[in-house]
């Protein structure tokens, strides 16, 4: 069966400082890979993901994820954190299924 | 609204008690999913619709867990007999036909709270 892993549960970084947010999947074939946020008292919303084509993908708000099948790894990083950035962010898999599969999350908090 | 739309927004039942949480996709999503997300965790699988028929349930926890989509737009969870492991916020997601890259769209959620 397919699982993610969200290595730290909470991450904390100052404003202006690079963002690293870990995600590793288990899956004997290259999955579609996603990386979603949610914002206090707001639904999930998606932030990028990897269908097979460009290993280096490119969402929203300056977030970008590289999909690395040798580590089978999709870390989603962002150069420069901003105050807004603060959220629980959640990467998930699908194969071939139509079910997402989500890690348990990872609190972001942006210290000022 | 343009969006997926849950209701409702929160729901306090006590145990034992039947509760129906109901979910409008948005329109043209001919796939609609229900999760449930526990405290200090991912979300979790529960179903999903494709138009009017469950295409996969393995995620009901057990046969207290029931969903319809009877005319192939909105959609209800029905939770009998609620117990207070049931306590959750149960999300509704939705998605173009067609499209199988996964990408989900999501409501905010209707929080359970059984007493």
């Known amino acids: 069966a397919q699982s993610v892993t969200q290595l730290g549960s909470h991450v904390s970084v100052s404003e202006g400082a690079l963002v690293l947010l870990r995600c590793n999947y288990s899956?004997?074939?290259?999955?579609?890979l996603f990386w979603y946020v949610q914002y206090p008292n707001q639904g999930l919303q998606l932030l990028l993901k990897?269908?097979?084509?460009?290993?280096l993908v490119k969402g929203i708000n300056g977030f970008e994820a590289e999909f690395k099948k040798s580590e089978t790894s999709f870390h989603l990083t962002k150069p420069s954190a901003h105050m807004s950035d603060a959220a629980e962010y959640f990467c998930?898999?699908?194969?071939?299924?139509?079910?997402?599969?989500f890690g348990q999350g990872t609190r972001l908090t942006i210290n000022p | 609204g343009a969006g997926v739309s849950q209701t409702p927004s929160n729901k306090v039942t006590e145990k034992g008690k039947y509760v129906e949480l109901r979910c409008d996709p948005i329109?043209?999503?001919?796939?609609l999913y229900w999760y449930r997300q526990s405290l200090g965790q991912g979300p979790e699988f529960l179903i999903y619709?494709?138009?009017?028929?469950?295409?996969?349930d393995s995620g009901l926890p057990n046969d207290r867990f029931f969903a319809v989509r009877p005319e192939g737009s909105v959609s209800t969870l029905k939770i009998q007999r609620t117990e207070r492991g049931d306590s959750a916020v149960y999300l509704c997601?939705?998605?173009?036909?067609?499209?199988?890259?996964?990408?989900?769209?999501f409501g905010e959620g209707s929080r359970l709270t059984v007493l």
């Open positions: 997601a939705s998605s173009p036909r067609g499209d199988n890259t996964g990408e989900l769209f």
């Open positions: 899956s004997s074939v290259p999955p579609y």
């Open positions: 990897y269908t097979s084509a460009a290993t």
């Open positions: 998930a898999v699908k194969r071939m299924t139509q079910k997402l599969v």
């Open positions: 329109s043209g999503h001919t796939a």
């Open positions: 619709f494709q138009g009017t028929g469950a295409a996969d």
